[in-house]
């Protein structure tokens, strides 16, 4: 039975290590509490509210208009009052007033009567969105008013028709995350569709068709009966809304993905901080345990008490990071501001509370087992100070790291949800970590040699391998946790560059869609020399080699992937940024069959390479081309580019749009909105430097969010150098005392102890720098294709801040050690 006085004089002892002990727990435990309640906050109000998230029981959607036979079937449906049906069309076009001076890019949603039939779309005036979206008038987004200088009741121009604002829309029950539109939303009445003359063939239109059944239990069977009817077209998918994908959750799940990356690392790391701070709590009572066996206490004993003494900190660390948990949750609706939809309330789980104690408890077994079973190799005669350096591997040691391996296996595979991107992760773990320590390893290994003529520098490079000192530990641990924020802030970096801070020279910044074939020539004569046209034909991707594509498992894909309409075009040349990866030329001579290029990204997403066939549907029909080559982009950013470029003479003929991309002073981008809007109402001007504006605003968020949560990680590692200091306390405090003696003052010690600290933050920033340009280096060019900067001088200030950081922790930690009297410790040693 385990002694309560005993423990307690355990804790009262060693106040320092305990305390750093239960932070490690605490920490874990904020990670895996936080992250786990906003993913089960978020998770529940989608699927509780899924409906409402896509307004529907049943969702049809498509770039182009249905196919007669499903048509025909909701018809009938409809006519025996099976479904109830609204139909709406969006799309992006350029607003205007009337008085030609002023427009502006739009999110248009056209919606017939019905819609939604879940959820409310509220507005400013608190009427009912069904009567005041009446023939004539518009609902808009407060942006749109401030942007134009509009005011309810004034006339707006859309495409051909001119319409009077009613109102302003608060929140759509479909639209619950508005950061990915290009522009305000605009509401509009189905009676004036036809007025707006915009949507035309070829246009680049979201048809969607929102199905609600009458009878519940009917849902899947009315639900196969639609999907029977769409002739296995491709470009129409029937979802219901408890399986239908959205923009919302894919973010969501892609967040969540990368935060729970963060989170095993962190909660790794405190692991480590745990095994760490017993370590030192057990190096302290080394003679106290031998004096224990020395009197006849078994090793079974001693590790049972020690083995109560962690689990009642481990319940101090639990409370403190379940208490930790809910503060944070004041926090996070700030830091998720704009990000997560109005009816999604974060607060902390139950279940998460619990999930995250026992998975608390099963790290807090894991890392403090090895040192607990450390004990057993304590023997009486440390009582004089005798020690005796075990194997650091051995059978025990195998044992436990192996139980440690398949336990992060687990957690990554429930928290991730995937084996291969589990494997991966755990790959790409085990390497950062491998690397980190054999860097360091080296390192030091290179230091251990070094003499230096400086006196105090010699003796900081002996204190980093007196006995128990965890310099390998903290430079593997302190060189990993840095080394993913620098990664972070380095791919974050390029991203701005490449997207963000500005174009490449004659670049071109205003693109303009659904150009129609009878447009080209009056707007090239507008536009004037400069513009690029690329034609623009939709079609799907149906087989590869003969082999049909699994639509459902491509959209699983975290990525691009193929089951999506895809924009084909046809040309006889390459881009400026462009050259041939694979293959002789752009299009082969000596082939007679249909032929097709394809972008290097395409070959990522499906193994593919020269030769093979691709089938098609294009405009309905069925077109097999040859692979002729593989391109790749020579440059970043937002230039025109295409996955799959045809012949000319294949696709010629097709029904099309145009696209145009030129380059435009910014000051003259609004009047030539203005122009192109007046003489071609059908087409849209997307202005890239607003777009930028909105994408750098996104990315700031999101790595602002990555950061915070990567922080926790920079903590652990704090931790495990307090730790350190601990372990090595009794080391230290005997050096100091014997410095002292020697004549040297207080001021030699703290540069010892200072230049020691400076060498371990030193040697772990520099070797988390190499990681770290390394994997963004992989990251920026392999994942996400572009150009990489190593941004030398930013890097170089990550290195200073960090080497500082550990400095001025292991100083803090270690300054209580100078003021250690030479007379009370060698009394002490006598008394010993």
Same mark, same amino acid.
């Given at each position: 039975?385990?002694?309560?006085?005993?423990?307690?004089?355990?804790?009262?002892?060693?106040?320092?290590? $305990?305390?750093?002990?239960?932070? $490690?727990?605490?920490?874990?435990?904020?990670?895996?509490?936080?992250?786990?309640?906003?993913?089960?906050?978020?998770?529940?109000?989608?699927?509780?509210?899924?409906?409402?998230?896509?307004?529907?029981?049943?969702?049809?959607?498509?770039?182009?208009?249905?196919?007669?036979?499903?048509?025909?079937?909701?018809?009938?449906?409809?006519?025996?009052?099976?479904?109830? /049906?609204?139909?709406?069309?969006?799309?992006?076009?350029?607003?205007?007033?009337?008085?030609?001076?002023?427009?502006?890019?739009?999110? =248009?949603?056209?919606?017939?009567?019905?819609?939604?039939?879940?959820?409310?779309?509220?507005?400013?005036?608190?009427?009912?969105?069904?009567?005041?979206?009446?023939?004539?008038?518009?609902?808009?987004?407060?942006?749109?008013?401030?942007?134009?200088?509009?005011?309810?009741?004034?006339?707006?121009?859309?495409?051909?028709?001119?319409?009077?604002?009613?109102?302003?829309?608060?929140?759509?029950?479909?639209?619950?995350?508005?950061?990915?539109?290009?522009?305000?939303?605009?509401?509009?009445?189905?009676?004036?569709?036809?007025?707006?003359?915009?949507?035309?063939?070829?246009?680049?239109?979201?048809?969607?068709?929102?199905?609600?059944?009458?009878?519940?239990?009917?849902?899947?069977?009315?639900?196969?009966?639609?999907?029977?009817?769409?002739d296995n077209d491709g470009r129409v998918r029937v979802e219901t809304y408890k399986n239908a994908g959205s923009r919302v959750k894919r973010f969501f799940d892609n967040l969540l993905f990368f935060l729970n990356l963060s989170g095993i690392f962190t909660l790794l790391l405190s692991g480590f901080g745990i095994q760490s701070t017993l370590f030192a709590l057990l190096k302290e009572q080394e003679r106290t345990i031998a004096?224990m066996k020395a009197l006849g206490a078994r090793s079974r004993f001693i590790i049972g008490h020690f083995l109560g003494l962690t689990l009642i900190l481990g319940l101090f660390g639990t409370v403190a990071g379940l208490a930790g948990s809910f503060a944070l949750q004041r926090y996070l609706p700030a830091l998720f501001s704009g990000l997560i939809p109005a009816q999604v309330t974060l607060q902390v789980s139950t279940s998460?509370?619990?999930?995250?104690?026992?998975?608390?408890?099963?790290?807090?077994?894991?890392?403090?087992?090895?040192?607990?079973?450390?004990?057993? @190799?304590?023997?009486?005669?440390?009582?004089?100070?005798? @020690?005796?350096?075990?194997?650091?591997?051995?059978? /025990?040691?195998?044992? =436990?790291?192996?139980?440690?391996?398949?336990?992060?296996?687990?957690?990554?595979?429930?928290?991730?949800?995937?084996?291969?991107?589990?494997?991966?992760?755990?790959?790409?773990?085990?390497?950062?970590?491998?690397?980190?320590?054999?860097?360091?390893?080296?390192?030091?290994?290179?230091?251990?040699?070094?003499?230096?003529?400086?006196?105090?520098?010699?003796?900081?490079?002996?204190?980093?391998?007196?006995?128990?000192?965890?310099?390998?530990?903290?430079?593997?641990?302190?060189?990993?946790?840095?080394?993913?924020?620098?990664?972070?802030?380095?791919?974050?970096?390029?991203l701005d560059a490449t997207f963000i801070e500005s174009f490449p020279p004659g670049a071109p910044n205003v693109f303009f869609i659904d150009i129609q074939p009878g447009q080209r020539e009056a707007f090239g004569r507008m536009i004037g020399p400069g513009a690029s046209f690329y034609p623009i034909i939709k079609g799907n991707v149906t087989a590869v080699n003969e082999i049909p594509l699994d639509q459902a498992q491509e959209?699983?894909?975290?990525?691009?992937?193929?089951?999506? @309409?895809?924009?084909?075009?046809?040309?006889?040349?390459?881009?400026?940024?462009?050259?041939?990866?694979?293959?002789?030329?752009?299009?082969?001579?000596?082939?007679?069959?249909?032929?097709?290029?394809?972008?290097?990204?395409?070959?990522?997403?499906?193994?593919?390479?020269?030769?093979?066939?691709?089938?098609?549907?294009?405009?309905?029909?069925?077109?097999?081309?040859?692979?002729?080559?593989?391109?790749?982009?020579?440059?970043?950013?937002? /230039?025109?580019?295409?996955?799959?470029?045809?012949?000319?003479? &294949?696709? +010629?003929?097709?029904?099309?749009?145009?696209?145009?991309?030129?380059?435009?002073?910014?000051?003259?981008?609004?009047?030539?909105?203005?122009? &192109?809007?007046?003489?071609?109402?059908? &087409?849209?001007?997307?202005?890239?430097?607003?777009?930028?504006?909105?994408?750098?605003?996104?990315?700031?968020?999101?790595?602002?969010?990555? +950061?915070?949560?990567? +922080?926790?990680?920079?903590?652990?590692?704090?931790?495990?150098?307090?730790?350190?200091?601990?372990?090595?306390?009794?080391?230290?405090?005997?050096?100091?005392?014997?410095?002292?003696?020697?004549?040297?003052?207080?001021?030699?010690?703290?540069?010892?102890?200072?230049?020691?600290?400076?060498?371990?933050?030193?040697?772990?920033?520099?070797?988390?720098?190499?990681?770290?340009?390394?994997?963004?280096?992989?990251?920026?060019?392999?994942?996400?294709?572009?150009?990489?900067?190593?941004?030398?001088?930013?890097?170089?200030?990550?290195?200073?801040?960090?080497?500082?950081?550990?400095?001025?922790?292991?100083?803090?930690?270690?300054?209580?050690?100078?003021?250690?009297?030479?007379?009370?410790?060698?009394?002490?040693?006598?008394?010993?």
């Open positions: 039975m385990v002694n309560a006085r005993f423990l307690l004089r355990q804790v009262t002892g060693a106040k320092r290590q $305990c305390t750093v002990f239960v932070l $490690c727990v605490a920490l874990s435990m904020i990670t895996l509490v936080s992250l786990g309640s906003f993913r089960e906050s978020v998770e529940s109000s989608l699927l509780r509210d899924a409906q409402s998230l896509h307004s529907a029981d049943i969702i049809i959607k498509s770039h182009s208009p249905v196919p007669p036979n499903l048509e025909r079937e909701r018809a009938v449906l409809k006519d025996r009052r099976e479904i109830r /049906s609204a139909r709406y069309w969006e799309f992006y076009s350029v607003v205007q007033k009337p008085s030609a001076d002023a427009s502006l890019l739009c999110n =248009i949603k056209v919606v017939e009567p019905g819609y939604p039939f879940y959820g409310t779309v509220r507005l400013a005036s608190g009427r009912p969105f069904e009567k005041v979206l009446s023939p004539g008038s518009l609902v808009v987004e407060q942006a749109l008013l401030d942007r134009l200088q509009l005011k309810i009741g004034d006339p707006l121009r859309i495409g051909n028709a001119v319409l009077t604002v009613k109102d302003v829309v608060v929140q759509e029950p479909d639209r619950p995350v508005n950061f990915f539109a290009l522009g305000p939303r605009v509401f509009v009445a189905a009676a004036d569709r036809d007025a707006l003359a915009l949507i035309g063939k070829g246009s680049r239109i979201e048809h969607v068709t929102l199905v609600k059944v009458t009878d519940p239990p009917r849902l899947e069977q009315v639900a196969s009966e639609l999907r029977a009817a769409t004096v998460a509370i619990f999930q995250g104690m026992a998975i608390g408890l099963l790290v807090v077994l894991l890392f403090t087992a090895l040192p607990l079973y450390r004990l057993k @190799e304590v023997k009486p005669k440390a009582i004089f100070g005798k @020690e005796e350096t075990a194997a650091l591997w051995n059978r /025990s040691t195998w044992i =436990i790291a192996s139980l440690g391996a398949l336990f992060f296996l687990s957690m990554v595979l429930i928290r991730l949800r995937d084996l291969k991107t589990g494997l991966y992760f755990m790959l790409s773990l085990v390497s950062l970590i491998l690397i980190s320590y054999l860097l360091a390893w080296v390192t030091l290994h290179f230091l251990k040699r070094k003499q230096p003529k400086n006196l105090a520098l010699r003796q900081a490079l002996k204190g980093l391998f007196r006995p128990h000192n965890a310099s390998l530990s903290i430079m593997v641990t302190l060189s990993a946790a840095f080394a993913v924020i620098f990664a972070i802030n380095l791919v974050e970096k390029n959209r699983k894909s975290r990525g691009d992937n193929l089951a999506r @309409e895809m924009n084909l075009t046809y040309r006889e040349y390459l881009l400026p940024d462009e050259r041939i990866e694979s293959g002789e030329t752009l299009f082969r001579k000596d082939w007679t069959e249909p032929q097709v290029s394809v972008l290097d990204t395409v070959v990522k997403m499906h193994d593919m390479k020269v030769g093979d066939r691709v089938s098609f549907r294009v405009q309905g029909l069925p077109i097999t081309a040859r692979v002729s080559s593989v391109r790749t982009r020579t440059s970043s950013g937002f /230039s025109p580019f295409f996955y799959f470029v045809f012949q000319e003479s &294949v696709l +010629s003929q097709a029904p099309q749009t145009f696209f145009a991309a030129v380059r435009v002073d910014k000051a003259g981008i609004s009047a030539l909105q203005n122009r &192109v809007v007046s003489a071609f109402p059908n &087409v849209s001007v997307i202005d890239l430097t607003e777009t930028v504006t909105v994408f750098g605003r996104i990315m700031q968020r999101l790595s602002s969010i990555v +950061s915070f949560f990567t +922080s926790f990680s920079v903590i652990a590692g704090v931790l495990i150098i307090i730790s350190s200091v601990f372990a090595t306390r009794y080391a230290r405090i005997q050096e100091a005392v014997y410095f002292t003696i020697l004549g040297a003052r207080r001021a030699f010690v703290l540069k010892v102890f200072a230049a020691e600290n400076l060498v371990l933050g030193l040697v772990s920033g520099v070797i988390a720098l190499l990681i770290s340009q390394l994997g963004s280096l992989i990251i920026c060019r392999k994942g996400l294709d572009m150009t990489y900067v190593p941004y030398l001088g930013e890097s170089l200030l990550l290195l200073l801040a960090t080497t500082l950081l550990v400095m001025f922790v292991g100083l803090a930690v270690a300054l209580p050690i100078l003021y250690q009297k030479p007379v009370a410790f060698l009394r002490e040693q006598s008394e010993e």
